[in-house]
């Protein structure tokens, strides 16, 4: 909010410098972002007398006048306004002068005249919004002053926080610098002189919905005369960032400011038969607004009408069929109080925050209704002439007490860390208009007090003789609970007065972060080239069905399980992010897709992140890593040809994901089940810990060709992987283990086995761990070959075998033993072995 500082000077005494205060009031709370000081711009303008005004001998439209500065020689100056008269006193700016927007006046000669400076308009010194005439200055102000002097004025950008609605205005603001100054605060006059017939005659209002609208304050001003307002009201408005517009309604806009009361006027002539309803809005009516808009309104829109339609939007903006005009002579002004929550969804929904919806939706004062009304009333009086109707309409006169909230002086200094003893506490609240009494009753007695309000208020019972009661003022809606003035202490006192104390408490044990596994996890990743992305968590419906699991399988010991119904969006912002993804597969394909679209064909992506899901109505999430290849892995190089990723890569990028976790080798499945996955080229994934626990399980295998056809032909080719790792959702890694190694050595045998094309390589080395005995230590696939001279339906994989103990170095005849017999369990299970 902007804040002149003349204008809070009206309210309240202020010696401090502008920088000070500003220091003081952010102290306070009230931070001020900027201090903007209005003259400086006014660079050798001053005040001077119009002794003559002439025509002009070589322009119709040009006058040559003669000014006196009161001092020196008179200067002839050339001006083309039409306001001018002899004995005015006005603005001059002399040669050399620089005016806003940098534009510099110099001696010019006009039709053959010499002009020693120009004449000011309030618009060309941004004071006024007149910018047709001379700004034309009261016929008391001293000669020959510099303007900056008389009209110049410091002005503060004042962040306001959201729970202090009532310090949107200068007298709210004139409260918080009388806190700092001490000084006491004078509050405008709401006098209205009443000359007019009685209101009741001219306006009646209905509210149909008191909830929406808990009071309305109307009053009626006849014989008004619409022009501009007084110069100096002007550029108060000005000033505080307001265009003025017109006496009428700068009044209103003036009361917004002024009182934080935004105040709307309607033409009284078209008020049918003066008969206002404060109702929602039916069913196909429209209401073209001031913006000159035609808004289609809904049934939650809250509206003044009368019995003819709309006449504004309540709260927000008026409507141009009832605006103030240069024809207007009666004015209707509403002062209401409405529902936070109605205007701030409706302000939401038409795209309308103006400045009175602002101070709406932050809740307002009920007797701010009378007053608002009373002193525009009296300013519309005052700038417009005309008469102010006996009386005002009033649909709840009894305006309600004031607040009392209970809290303990002893636990001050608990809450703060600062020592206040009881007087200073006292002293603080009156200094912000709080005053504080002794509780009524029995000083054994006990009282409940409130420590959290809202929706679900709770109070705790203590001992009366513990207690003061804070007596609030009804301007102050954000002290609710204890710790609400406990707050206003701190606030008032200042902050940077509360001591630094480290915490007397000893310090927690070690314990180990909750991130470690997920981190060895993305580092292992990265360190094996694939690049961690992060993918939205809202998705569309089409998008959940097509790539969530049909059968997952079960999660690693400690994980949760892929369970419970699409949790969706109540009012999403886009049909692509309305339900809650119950997948990682489906973002990486996504990813995938974009990058190719422009040109980025090889891919190694990762992440690591929640499905969601509802069991029985409550939420349940899960943690999985996801990883998916696209294009060559490997990159090529001049000794090694492109080659497209495929399953074998997925799998090499688990087995070293295991050994990096201390899991035992993966075992794989074969999987023909999952839609989104090739039959023929997907498993599923089980590796145990040393205790026999599951610690990795999950999917695996290349995206099938119908559904990248049915998503994205893009997505072809891409291999993805859904992992459950226990410990993903909160654990720490396993510490790895040193193995002496053995004294003796270890022998190595490579064979070569011929099995079926539909053989999997995993039932080949069960066979071959089954059929090893105890001198085996170790199996590894290292190589497949198909082709000549195998069968067209054959395939070669070779095995690298190791054996050996710890007991001794081992003879020929025994690996031989154990090679024969591998090879008559491999003849046995259909295979042969290859020479």
């Known amino acids: 909010m902007r804040a002149p500082l003349s204008w809070l000077r009206e309210f309240v005494d202020i010696d401090l410098e502008p920088e000070a205060l500003a220091e003081r009031l952010t102290l306070l709370g009230m931070e001020v972002r900027g201090i903007e000081r209005r003259g400086l711009a006014w660079q050798n303008v001053v005040v001077g007398e119009l002794l003559s ?55 010019t000669e006009k039709m053959g005249v010499v002009s020693n400076g120009m004449l000011c308009s309030g618009d060309e010194l941004e004071l006024t919004a007149d910018g047709d005439g001379i700004l034309i200055l009261a016929p008391d102000t001293p000669l020959g002053v ?40 004078r509050m405008p006059s709401f006098e209205v002189v009443e000359s007019g017939p009685d ?242 009753g029995a000083a ?31 301007w102050r809606r954000d002290l609710a609970i204890e710790a609400d003035i406990i707050e206003e202490l701190a606030r008032v006192n200042g902050y940077d007065r509360i001591p630094s104390t480290l915490p007397a408490t000893a310090l927690p044990l070690f314990r180990p972060s909750p991130l470690a596994l997920r981190d060895v996890v993305r580092h292992s990743l990265a360190g094996f080239g694939l690049r961690e992305v992060v993918t939205h968590a809202l998705v569309s419906p089409d998008h959940l069905a097509r790539w969530s699991w049909s059968a997952p399988p079960a999660p690693a010991d400690g994980e949760g399980r892929i369970d419970g119904t699409p949790i969706t969006v109540t009012n999403p912002l886009s049909a692509d992010h309305a339900v809650l993804r119950q997948d990682l597969v489906g973002g990486l394909v996504d990813t995938v897709v974009l990058n190719r679209r422009r040109g980025r064909d090889d891919l190694a992506l990762f992440e690591i992140g929640k499905g969601y899901g509802r069991v029985a109505d409550a939420p349940h999430e899960w943690w999985r890593l996801g990883f998916a290849l696209a294009g060559a892995f490997d990159p090529p190089s001049w000794n090694r040809p492109r080659r497209a990723a495929d399953l074998g890569d997925a799998k090499g990028v688990l087995d070293a994901l295991c050994a990096t976790l201390g899991l035992d080798g993966p075992e794989y499945t074969a999987l023909a089940t999952e839609a989104a996955l090739h039959p023929g080229q997907a498993v599923t994934v089980l590796a145990r810990t040393a205790d026999g626990t599951v610690g990795l399980s999950g999917v695996v295998g290349a995206i099938h060709p119908a559904a990248a056809a049915a998503w994205d032909e893009r997505a072809e080719g891409t291999i993805l992987a859904e992992i ?41 080395e069960a066979v071959i761990r089954a059929s090893a005995g105890a001198l085996l230590r170790s199996v590894e696939l290292f190589d497949v070959y198909a082709g000549a001279p195998l069968g067209r339906d054959e395939r070669s994989l070779a095995f690298r075998i190791v054996f050996g103990t710890d007991e001794r170095t081992l003879a020929d005849d025994e690996v031989e033993a154990a090679v024969g017999a591998i090879s008559a369990a491999i003849i046995d299970a259909g295979g042969r072995i290859r020479s």
């Not at 002839?76 to 006193?89: E, K």
């Not at 503060?156 to 605060?185: C, M, Y």
């Not at 009920?366 to 009386?391: F, I, K, M, T, Y």
């Not at 420590?451 to 009804?474: D, F, N, W, Y």
Request: proline fraction near 7%; include cysteine.
């Open 53 to 107: 005004v002439e025509k002009h001998p070589n322009a119709d439209r040009l006058s040559l006048t003669t000014v006196t500065l009161g001092a020196g020689e008179p200067l002839s100056i050339v001006c083309g306004a039409t306001n001018i008269a002899p004995g005015q006193r006005v603005p001059v700016a002399l040669p050399g002068a620089v005016l806003p927007g940098d534009r510099r006046i110099e001696r």
């Open 146 to 185: 510099p303007l900056a002097e008389l009209y110049g004025d410091v002005i503060f950008d004042i962040d306001v926080k959201p729970n202090r609605g009532d310090a949107l205005s200068i007298v709210g603001l004139a409260r918080e610098v009388a806190a700092i100054t001490g000084s006491a605060v």
């Open 724 to 764: 459950s790792i226990r410990g993903l959702s909160g654990g720490v890694p396993s510490v790895p283990r040193g193995v002496n190694p053995s004294r003796f050595p270890s022998v190595e045998r490579d064979l070569a086995i011929v099995v079926g094309a539909g053989e999997t390589a995993g039932r080949v």
């Open 444 to 474: 054994d007695a006990k009282v409940d007090l409130v420590i959290a309000a809202g929706s679900k208020p709770r109070t705790v019972q203590v001992p009366a003789a513990a207690t003061l009661e804070a007596v609030v003022p009804s």
């Open 199 to 440: 209101v009741a005659d001219r306006l009646t209002v209905d509210v149909i919905d008191a909830a929406l609208c808990p009071r309305f304050v109307g009053r009626w001003v006849s014989g008004v005369r619409v022009g501009p307002s007084p110069e100096h009201v002007q550029m108060r408005l000005l000033a505080a960032g307001v265009r003025p517009i017109s006496n009428v309604v700068d009044a209103s806009n003036y009361v917004m400011i002024e009182l934080g009361k935004p105040i709307h006027t309607f033409d009284g002539s078209r008020v049918e038969r003066g008969h206002l309803v404060v109702r929602t809005a039916s069913s196909g009516e429209r209401l073209v607004t001031l913006d000159h808009v035609d808004r289609a309104l809904d049934p939650d829109t809250l509206l003044i009408a009368d019995d003819h339609g709309p006449l504004a939007i309540a709260g927000v903006m008026g409507g141009a069929a009832s605006e103030v005009t240069d024809a207007t002579t009666d004015v209707i002004i509403e002062s209401a109080i409405f529902d936070p929550v109605s205007i701030r969804r409706t302000a939401f929904h038409h795209a309308l925050r103006s400045e009175a919806s602002l101070r709406f939706e932050k809740g307002q004062e009920c007797r701010l209704a009378r007053l608002g009304a009373d002193r525009a009333a009296a300013l519309v009086a005052a700038w417009a002439g005309g008469s102010v109707a006996r009386g005002r309409v009033d649909t709840a006169p009894d305006e309600p007490g004031e607040d009392r909230v209970r809290f303990r002086p002893a636990r001050v200094a608990r809450i703060l860390g600062a020592d206040l003893p009881r007087e200073a506490q006292v002293d603080l609240l009156a200094r912000v208009g709080i005053a504080v009494a002794s509780p009524a």
